[in-house]
């Protein structure tokens, strides 16, 4: 069976959501796989030799700004710049906070666009839309079941778009997410206040602390 390699590139990639949907990936893979994670410039040589030795290249990564975050982004060039001899098929696992799965598109043409551009063949491209919630829910299985899907269309290169989302309306959503967040400043005690000014390199407004 061909041998699979999945890059975690998201910043925090030792604790990320993104670490989950890669050993999801794997598991559904069954076959000959390995995790890596994108961390220092010094570690794109081991990565490169890895990936010229697989049939599949797998990035996994977060939505960052619409757009790939900084260590895909170094980990891309740096194969612009040492091309592989022999080039894997690239396919994307790409999660954001967003409802919607298409908030994930234009991360995805950029990959493709690289692929294009460097001579890889681009594979499937898996959206997830409430990427930090769904995995505590129980349509966590939509994700498990989306990664077989995944898996099945790698293995046949027969390669497709796969989406997943939580199957909830958008103001039932926006309810979840309000509690969620307010819950989680309430942990650092920040208010939902403190949150919601627009200070973010400077300190927050001591008149907006509650006592």
């Not at 490169?48 to 290249?57: G, P, V």
């Not at 790409?94 to 908030?103: A, D, I, K, T």
């Not at 309430?186 to 006592?211: A, H, N, W, Y």
Request: aromatic residues 10%; contains cysteine.
């Amino acid at each position: 069976m061909e041998r699979m390699l999945i890059l975690n590139a998201s910043p925090r990639a030792p604790r990320s959501n993104s670490k989950s949907y890669a050993q999801m990936l794997a598991h559904a893979w069954g076959g000959p796989a390995s995790y890596r994670e994108v961390r220092s410039p010094d570690g794109f040589e081991a990565l490169r030799r890895e990936a010229e030795q697989s049939a599949h290249l797998v990035l996994v990564f977060p939505l960052y700004a619409d757009s790939l975050p900084v260590p895909l982004v170094r980990f891309l060039k740096d194969l612009e710049a040492h091309p592989l001899a022999a080039r894997p098929v690239v396919s994307v696992v790409v999660n954001c906070g967003f409802l919607e799965p298409g908030q994930n598109d234009l991360a995805v043409e950029m990959v493709r666009l690289f692929c294009r551009r460097s001579g890889y063949p681009f594979g499937s491209a898996m959206e997830i839309a409430s990427g930090e919630a769904i995995l505590g829910t129980p349509f966590r299985f939509l994700v498990e079941r989306a990664c077989r899907r995944l898996a099945r269309a790698v293995r046949r290169r027969h390669h497709g778009l796969f989406r997943v989302t939580v199957p909830l309306p958008k103001w039932a959503f926006l309810r979840a997410s309000d509690a969620y967040w307010a819950a989680y400043g309430r942990r650092f005690g920040v208010t939902v206040e403190q949150m919601s000014c627009c200070c973010i390199e400077s300190p927050i407004d001591k008149s907006l602390t509650t006592d």
